[in-house]
């Protein structure tokens, strides 16, 4: 067996590690525990994202359903209409991506709070928010004032966003008194 020190694919995968535990040492605990309460007290929770964003966003859907929350994701054929009361949160590192823009101004009109994952507060979609959790990371571009990354495109910025989530998913278990296999219950049995 070949020393895993040598092995190309061990060393970047150290290398991503490390740029992900800079990463999440640069976070803001207020701005997480904002977007906790905000999640608590919404009525109903909607997520959104683009692209690999979106995939992550899928995940704390599937987190917050497992522990009994109303939690939608925006574009699936069995959505319902966002109200007041409800909370959308969308993953997006640029914080500009037209259809997520128009759905912050659209929960907006109706009433309901907005929440952003994003690399860029002061976006469009951040100017519209009520909670930003202000991730470090590159955009798609690699935008010259972002953070330095070896991974292409926003892989840093939406493993930040996942760990990030998981992290909120922790927190609300811990607050709701929820154990693991309380939430196995509401895992999907149809697979």
Request: aromatic residues 4%; charged residues 20%.
């Amino acid at each position: 067996m070949p020393n895993q020190v040598s092995n190309p694919i061990f060393r970047q995968a150290v290398l991503i590690a490390k740029e992900l535990s800079e990463s999440v040492q640069k976070l803001e605990a207020v701005q997480i525990e904002a977007l906790i309460e905000r999640i608590l007290h919404a009525d109903a929770v909607f997520v959104a994202g683009g692209g690999r964003s979106g995939l992550v966003m899928r995940t704390f859907a599937m987190r917050l359903m497992q522990m009994g929350f109303n939690v939608h994701v925006v574009g699936d054929t069995v959505t319902p209409a966002i109200r007041p009361g409800d909370l959308l949160v969308i993953g997006s590192g640029s914080g500009e991506t037209p259809s997520l823009v128009a759905m912050a101004q659209k929960a907006k009109q109706i009433g309901s709070n907005v929440a952003v994952l994003t690399i860029r507060p002061e976006s469009r979609i951040g100017k519209l928010s009520d909670a930003i959790v202000h991730l470090p990371g590159s955009t798609k571009d690699q935008h010259e004032h972002a953070l330095v990354t070896v991974q292409p495109m926003a892989s840093l910025f939406e493993q930040t966003m996942l760990i990030v989530l998981d992290s909120i998913i922790l927190r609300l278990m811990e607050v709701s008194e929820l154990q693991s296999d309380q939430m196995f219950s509401l895992h999907a049995n149809l697979e």
